[in-house]
C-alpha cells in the first residue's frame, strides 16, 4: 500500500543551522505531497504542498521539491530559529482518496 | 476565526465507560476526518465523512462509531473505552478537493485506566 517514511528523530540543532528532514514515499501513481507541522499542544497545519513533479512548496523559509525520480519531497531551511521547534509531519494523498497517509513524524528542537 | 473546535481537550475515562468526542468546523467544509495519534506512529485515521450523510471507516476503526449529525458536525464515539483507546484524538476537515489541505483542531487527550 501507500505509505511514507520520514527519517527518525529527534533532531537536535542549534540556531541559524541548515535543516534538512527526509521523506521518501511509495505509491502507485502521482499523488500530491505535503508538510505539516504541529507545535506544542497544537494541532497540524498545513506548512506547505506540492501537487506535481518537479513543483517546489515554500512557506516561511522552508521549502520541499517534489522529485518523481526519487520518490522523495525533503524539508530545508537555510537557518532555523527557535520557533520552529515542533514536530514535522510528511503526508500524502491521491485524487480520489478521501484521506491523507502520514509519516510518522520528526521531532526538531533548536536550541539557542 | 475559530476554524475546527473539539471538546473537549481532556479527558480521563475508566475502562468500560462510554464517551463521546465532538467536533465542529466553521469553514464550510464538506470533508471531516477522526485521527488518533500514538507516539512514533504518526496519524491514523479512524473514520472519515466525505460529505454529509456519508461516513467511511479508516485505517483503525475497531472500537468507536462515528455520526456526521450536520455539515458542521462530527463526533466519535467510544462504547466501551479500553486502555489501548488512550491517545491524543484529532480533528480536521477539509474541501472535497484531494489537493486542498485539512484543518485540525488542537486535539481532545483521552486516558483510559
Known amino acids: 500500500g501507500d505509505s511514507v517514511t520520514q527519517m527518525e528523530g529527534p533532531v537536535t540543532l542549534s540556531e541559524e543551522a541548515f535543516l534538512t528532514i527526509n521523506c521518501t514515499y511509495t505509491?502507485?501513481?502521482?499523488?500530491?505531497l505535503f508538510w505539516y507541522v504541529q507545535y506544542p499542544g497544537e494541532g497540524l497545519q498545513l506548512l506547505l504542498k506540492?501537487?506535481?513533479?518537479?513543483d517546489k512548496g515554500s512557506n516561511k523559509g522552508f521549502e520541499a521539491t517534489y522529485r518523481k525520480e526519487t520518490t522523495s519531497f525533503h524539508l530545508e531551511k537555510g537557518s532555523v530559529q527557535v520557533s520552529d521547534s515542533a514536530v514535522y509531519f510528511c503526508?500524502?494523498?491521491?485524487?480520489?482518496?478521501?484521506?491523507?497517509?502520514f509519516g510518522q513524524g520528526t521531532r526538531l528542537t533548536i536550541n539557542p | 476565526n475559530a476554524g475546527v473546535t473539539q471538546t473537549p481537550k481532556f479527558q480521563v475515562l475508566k475502562t468500560g465507560q462510554s464517551m463521546t468526542l465532538q467536533c465542529a468546523q466553521d469553514?464550510?467544509?464538506?470533508?471531516m476526518y477522526w485521527y488518533r495519534q500514538d507516539p512514533g506512529m504518526g496519524l491514523r485515521l479512524i473514520y472519515y465523512?466525505?460529505?454529509?450523510?456519508?461516513?467511511d471507516k479508516g485505517e483503525v476503526p475497531n472500537g468507536y462509531n462515528v455520526s456526521r449529525l450536520n455539515k458542521r458536525e462530527f463526533s466519535l464515539r467510544l462504547e466501551s473505552a479500553a486502555p489501548s483507546q488512550t491517545s491524543v484524538y484529532f480533528c480536521?476537515?477539509?474541501?472535497?478537493?484531494?489537493?486542498?489541505?485539512?484543518?485540525f483542531g488542537d486535539g481532545t487527550r483521552l486516558s483510559i485506566l
Open positions: 469553514m464550510n467544509h464538506n470533508s
Open positions: 505509491a502507485t501513481g502521482y499523488p500530491s
Open positions: 503526508a500524502l494523498t491521491f485524487q480520489g482518496a478521501q484521506k491523507l497517509v
Open positions: 465523512s466525505a460529505s454529509e450523510g456519508t461516513t
Open positions: 506540492a501537487t506535481k513533479a518537479d
Open positions: 480536521a476537515s477539509s474541501e472535497e478537493a484531494y489537493f486542498r489541505p485539512q484543518h
